[in-house]
């Protein structure tokens, strides 16, 4: 055998004590400790390792293949990868599962025990980076050429803890004890400049040309992390950039006895990595927010086109080699990055290199909402990145003249769809720039890719029909059914087989067992064997009681006021108020327990004021003994990927109550169906979707349509004339008033209520009875528990159109045109 064809690591046996010698020998000589005296870290960190060993042949193997046969590839750029932990992904992959915990148990080690010592990485936020960690996941699974590029978080967005109710971020220190899935390559590093000055000089041949000096720089190091795909041989790689400075340490600064500064650059070029989304509503903020976009995508572009492409390969053909998919506005500055490297390094003409870059990019938009749609001030993206600004002058220059030629008497329209804005200061609009620069531009959901076309993006829309597509989002279903719900996992293998993990669409041949009473029953008693694993997940984890025997009414998503969590606290609201002046008999309310799980933004006053009331009804609600315990509100504290995977497989009722024409897709929503429960919701988002698949039937439908919202508003929106006319909604909103859940104190909740009687900018006082009406439709429902149990059945069955997997067959017939490539054997 050559060294190119032997296998750089020895073939794993799968076997119990093949594992546990492995397992010995990483304990004994990765970590340096005797099993007798091992930590449990340290077995787990062993253990982890062990089975990393397991996939590391396939991942290799996985390289070599590409590098051989240069298919074309997915480079996913993304500011988030909610990842999750690694583990059980890693054991399913592999197989090992029996053979682990065999293996640990002769040596009397509990796997429970272990998994438990597992860190979750704190690498997102909430639905895009938890998206974008599906997605890669299921290219991996369907043997696609991808990788994932984004940044090693230190410190992840922040813990979240709670403080007598209120919301107090704490550093998310997921790192502390080692991270067993991560390789550095330090000798790998990227160097990415910033600031500094734009200088104009003359080639070789006499050619006047410019230049970029960056007035100071920093080092990128690739952490790399495998992807294994499920039941498949492909392992792709998901690769992170750390900040680290040029020079770390000044010894002789340090010598003179000032110690801080000299590790001032160490601290400001750490700084870029250190945390996702720093809070930026100061000028601070902005840049550093810059700094990391720009960071990342500068890696990552480096990287692929210097270290991944080969050495001869022929630039021109980089869109039949790679397409850079942008997730979001985050990663856009990647544009005019890879035209100064075209352009700046490669010595290429502007035409040639802005035809090839045109061709590698595709833009996803994940939001309607104008504020989320990023816009950098041209005085700090000049200050920070001037050689990029000039080139976006450039693309927006021939931009215009384009327009003008086919719009010669609207200038007006020219204006509007300038890449430079000129009010209220002058500045660039990154999706106009990824709308410009993109082969497509996608919407994540029916509606929102429709809103996309017809409100966000609608001048572009009309001048290039052909680049706007949808693809609707989907999750993994191997994280979010088979490791999540093992028994509603086993009950849907035992019916159908197993072939639905990685074809959801064969969840079909459940349909019929709905109308099943046995099955029926089985599938009810896992849901209450859910009910009763997350009642014990947050005595311990939060020191919080639930009754499983009560409907589980669950709301989780990032905390912002589109998302209207208010809206369902003034129906908590309402119904104890009634409970408690009489109108309302204990007796004849439905048992719930309404659980919310949500983070908001440090510097969103707003969403840490709604945080704040949410607690403080739950505190009043909970400590009431005259409702005999049939109501209780649970919000456990930093809400992330593991406790997802307890609290979605309890839920009954899913709460996706946006309003309409503000969500663009959603996820939770996929998940939630997916395992069971039913949905109360606005048309809004993939909402719409679900809707259809399911049956109006088997959906708790309320509220306005995105048309009616429109209309609502150019009419003129006055939400106190609901409060006066709304006798249920007056008293709730009033007893908010009292003090009656802040000790008397009217002050504490008085913003949250006067936002809501004199603005109420997402309407949910307008849609409050609706949603009332919606909420006693779902207690008859629930009543009839046989019928429920049908119902939820029937989503299960029909949920198969949200696979991840489906999500990424549909970018590759519509966008990426790539095509799957299994590894050597």
Known sequence: ?????????????????????????????????????????????????????????????????????????????????????????????????????????????????????????????????????????????????????????????????????????????????????EFPHPEAAVKVGFGGHVEQYQDDDGVVKRR????????????????????????????????????????????????????????????????????????????????????????????????????????????????FQLNDTHPVIAVPELMRVLVDEKGWEWDEAWAVTKQCFAYTCHTLLPEALEVWPVELLGRLLPRHLEIIYRINDEFLAELRVAYPNDELRVRRMSIIAEYPVRAVRMAYLATVAGTKVNGVAELHSQLLRDKVLDDFAAYWPDKFTNVTNGVTPRRFVKLSNPGLSGLITEAIGDGWVTDLDQLKGLEPLADDAEFRRRFREIKYANK???????????????????????????????????????????????????????????????????????????????????????????????????????????????????LIPAADLSEQISLAGKEASGTGNMKFMLNGALTIGTDDGANVEIRQLVGDENFFLFGLTEPQVAEVVERGYHPSAYYETNLDLRNALDLIASGAFSGGDRAVFEPIVSNLLNEDRFLALADFQAYVDAQARVDAAYADTDDWTRRAVLNVARGGFFSSDRSMRDYIERIWHTYPVAPEA
């Open 1 to 181: 055998m050559t060294a190119e064809t032997t296998p750089p690591i020895a073939t794993r046996e799968h076997t119990v004590e093949g594992f546990v010698r492995e397992f010995l020998r990483e304990l004994n000589f990765g970590q340096g400790v005797d099993l007798t005296r091992a930590s449990v870290n340290d077995k787990y960190l062993a253990m982890a390792r062990t089975v990393r060993h397991y996939l590391m042949t396939r991942w290799l193997s996985t390289l070599r293949s590409q590098a051989k046969l240069q298919a074309k590839s997915v480079a996913y750029l993304s500011a988030e990868f909610l990842l999750g932990r690694q583990l059980d992904n890693a054991l399913l992959a592999s197989g090992l599962e029996d053979i682990v915990k065999e293996g640990l148990a002769s040596l009397g080690i509990d796997l429970e025990e272990l998994r438990q010592a597992e860190i979750e990485p704190g690498l997102g936020n909430g639905g895009l980076g938890r998206l974008a960690a599906c997605f890669i996941d299921s290219l991996a699974t369907m043997n696609v050429p991808s990788i994932g590029y984004g940044i090693r978080y230190e410190y992840g967005i922040f813990k979240q803890t709670f403080v007598d109710g209120w919301q107090v971020e704490k550093p998310d220190d997921w790192l502390r004890l080692g991270s067993p899935w």
């Open 212 to 323: 970029w000096v960056p007035g100071w720089s920093v080092l990128g190091v690739p952490y790399n992390y495998m992807v294994p795909g499920y039941d498949a041989g492909r392992v792709n790689t998901l690769r992170l950039w750390s900040a680290r400075a040029t020079r770390a340490f000044d010894l002789e600064i340090f010598n003179s006895g000032d110690y801080a500064e000299a590790v001032r650059a160490q601290t400001f070029a750490e700084n870029i990595s250190k945390v996702l989304y720093p809070e930026d509503s100061t000028p601070q903020g902005k840049e550093l927010r810059l700094q990391q976009q720009y960071f990342f995508v500068a890696c990552s572009i480096k990287d692929f086109v210097d270290q991944v492409l080969p050495a001869d390969f022929d630039l021109h053909k980089l869109p039949d080699r790679i397409v």
């Open 532 to 646: 009763q694993r997350l009642a014990g997940v947050l005595a311990e984890r939060d020191n919080i009681v639930v009754n499983p025997d009560t409907l589980f009414d669950v709301m989780v998503k990032r905390l912002h006021e589109y998302k209207r969590q208010t809206l369902k606290l003034l129906h908590i609201v309402s119904l104890y108020e009634k409970i408690t002046t009489g109108e309302l008999a204990i007796g004849d309310v439905t048992p719930r327990t309404f659980a919310f799980g949500a983070k908001a933004a440090p510097g969103y006053v707003m969403a840490k004021q709604i945080i704040g009331l949410i607690n403080a009804v739950g505190r009043t609600i909970n400590d009431d003994p005259a409702l005999e315990g049939r109501l209780r509100v649970a919000f456990p504290a930093n809400y992330n990927v593991t406790l997802a995977e307890t």
